[in-house]
């Protein structure tokens, strides 16, 4: 039997057992042997390999400083000569997306070593690193614990031993973007004929060449005078009245709600909170003005720098919120907005 | 959401911490604000400093709205 190749895997502060999201700033650390769900990698690896160390690093600390988390958790994970590096799955955390994306780019860069991660289309962390990494499809959430470990534990095999990689609907990753050459069995003439006619019948085809979609929305005009403005305020940092009297979901958001603010001079921690679930909310519930600034506007307002504040302020959660639901609050928001005559906007997120 | 209200013709800043997500999802005009719990605050500091420090986030926030861009830009 061959040596048993050597992993390290990478967790958040979550499912590396240190806490929840008031550990999310822990520093990044290490442990030996598998935690968590490296105990069922480990279990469907069998003989071929061990995971010798667990890294762990909150989610706050990684997003917030990408590049000094990654030159931190390198060494870390170099010092273990590993052959192969995993990460998550993250599922549909955004922050611990971007981390284990991130830090997969990074391990392949600079070890030269396979690295394996796995989420949800959703996130984040797909848009920004699936052209560099690989990234198994997985569920929404831990439900999908078990699929996920099967099936990046499979690519990661396959990737150690140096094989040749099948397109991601055969290996279960998400698109790199990257054409392989192949030859085909009939000409293009043919392929291209049988996938019209299928068309034409209105069935099912596969093209062969996708057309990327460029979303970018073009800026638009700035204002020339602010004191001339209508400012609306909107915040996915789940800054409600107390009590969240429409129970905005603190996670997966299916509606956003706007508030009356025309005689608030700023939040206070007794009429306000935040329902996010997503982040600690104490220091945000200490002083809602911490997320969504209305003291400050107010301020600007009175001292004539901004024409005046939209009296009414919008509120959502931004955590796991669908991508087709956070567009359709915004295109009821702006239809709204214009309808009053607002100028500009500003989003605080969290 | 920022990409769409803008998509809307509605002038729109995003103050936010993980700015490469903001990117990604295309907004406009980006400020990066201070952390993930507080974006718009710092509770290691005294009150009176922590406001100056919203306010100059709030501040660069409308100069973003004042400034003309052709591109994505964090301000």
Redesign the interface.
């Known amino acids: 039997m061959a040596q048993k190749l050597k992993v390290v895997h990478y967790l958040n502060q979550f499912f590396g057992q240190i806490g929840g999201e008031d550990k999310a700033d822990t520093a990044p650390l290490k442990k030996d042997g598998p935690i968590g769900p490296g105990r069922l990698f480990q279990e469907i690896f069998g003989q071929y390999a061990e995971i010798v160390c667990t890294v762990i690093c909150g989610d706050n600390y990684f997003s917030e400083h990408i590049e000094g988390a990654k030159e931190e958790l390198i060494p870390l994970i170099k010092s273990y000569h590993p052959d192969l590096v995993l990460a998550g799955p993250a599922f549909n955390a955004g922050r611990y997306g971007v981390a284990c994306g991130a830090l997969c780019q990074s391990i392949v860069e600079q070890l030269n070593i396979p690295a394996v991660t796995g989420m949800f289309p959703e996130n984040p962390g797909v848009a920004l690193y699936r052209k560099s990494t690989y990234i198994i499809e997985t569920k929404s959430s831990t439900i999908g614990m078990k699929q996920a470990a099967e099936k990046m534990v499979a690519l990661a095999k396959k990737l150690t031993k140096g094989g040749s990689i099948g397109p991601p609907e055969e290996e279960g990753y998400i698109s790199r973007g990257i054409r392989k050459n192949y030859f085909a069995e009939n000409t293009g003439a043919k392929r291209a004929v049988d996938m019209l006619l299928q068309k034409m019948e209105g069935k099912s085809f596969t093209t062969e060449y996708p057309m990327p979609v460029f979303d970018c929305v073009t800026p638009v005009h700035p204002v020339d005078n602010l004191n001339q403005i209508t400012l609306a305020l909107i915040s996915t940092g789940g800054i409600v009245p107390k009590g969240n009297p429409d129970r905005i979901e603190s996670s997966g958001a299916s509606k956003y709600r706007k508030y009356d603010i025309s005689n608030i001079e700023q939040l206070t921690s007794e009429a306000y909170e935040a329902v996010h679930g997503g982040y600690d909310p104490s220091h945000a519930n200490a002083d809602p003005n911490r997320v969504l600034p209305i003291d400050v506007l107010r301020e600007l307002e009175r001292e004539g720098v901004i024409g005046k504040l939209y009296p009414y302020f919008y509120a959502t959660v931004g955590n796991g919120t669908s991508v087709s639901n956070a567009r359709r609050f915004a295109q009821e928001i702006a239809d709204d907005l214009r309808n009053d005559g607002v100028d500009a906007v500003i989003i605080s997120s969290t | 959401?920022?990409?769409?209200?803008?998509?809307?013709?509605?002038?729109?800043?995003?103050?936010?911490?993980?700015v490469?997500?903001?990117k990604?999802?295309?907004?406009?005009?980006i400020v990066p604000?201070i952390?993930?719990?507080?974006?718009?605050?710092d509770?290691a500091k005294p009150e009176k400093q922590?406001?100056i420090l919203?306010?100059a986030?709030?501040?660069k926030?409308?100069t973003a709205?004042?400034?003309?861009?052709?591109?994505?830009?964090v301000f």
Do not use: W
């Open positions: 959401m920022a990409k769409e209200l803008e998509k809307a013709g509605i002038l729109t800043v995003h103050i936010c911490t993980i490469p997500i903001s990604t999802f295309g907004a406009n005009r604000a952390a993930i719990p507080h974006p718009l605050g509770p922590e406001k919203r306010r986030l709030v501040e926030a409308l709205l004042k400034t003309p861009i052709e591109d994505q830009m």
